[in-house]
């Protein structure tokens, strides 16, 4: 059983940033991957971006790649979204994801992803 809890969401204006944090209570944190997902008012759940076990593969949705980074850190149990030049589209519940190290980071389907956290409120102002 894994326990994920979010954190650093908030409201910045468009242009600026923000730092999400995802919070693991797990003695084998290195043996999951770890993905960002979000849900925009109205909208379907979507991927954002993932972490391979050791943080040394990485895989980006579109509409964020180049502006989002996700990291991990194994000896804090922590992975982080650093996003910078933040659009109102934006806007959105994210939240933290991690399945076993026998998926990939490839396969970005919601369901590919056993637990989850309860998300934290990112919103965007133009």
């Known amino acids: 059983q894994v326990q994920l809890v979010e954190s650093g969401g908030g409201l910045v204006q468009a242009g600026g940033s923000l730092r999400l944090s995802c919070a693991a209570s797990?003695?084998?944190?290195?043996?999951?991957?770890i993905a960002w997902f979000r849900r925009a008012p109205g909208k379907e759940r979507e991927f954002v971006a993932a972490?391979?076990?050791?943080?040394?593969?990485?895989n980006y949705a579109g509409a964020v790649k180049r502006r989002f980074t996700i990291s991990r850190d194994n000896a804090a149990n922590t992975v982080d979204l650093q996003m910078n030049s933040l659009k109102p589209e934006d806007t959105a519940v994210y939240y933290c994801?991690?399945?076993?190290?026998?998926?990939?980071?490839?396969?970005?389907?919601?369901?590919?992803?056993?637990?989850w956290g309860q998300g934290t409120q990112v919103t965007i102002s133009s």
């Open positions: 994801a991690a399945k076993t190290y026998t998926g990939s980071i490839y396969t970005t389907t919601s369901a590919s992803y056993v637990y």
């Open positions: 797990t003695t084998t944190f290195g043996r999951y991957i």
């Open positions: 972490v391979s076990t050791g943080g040394g593969s990485t």
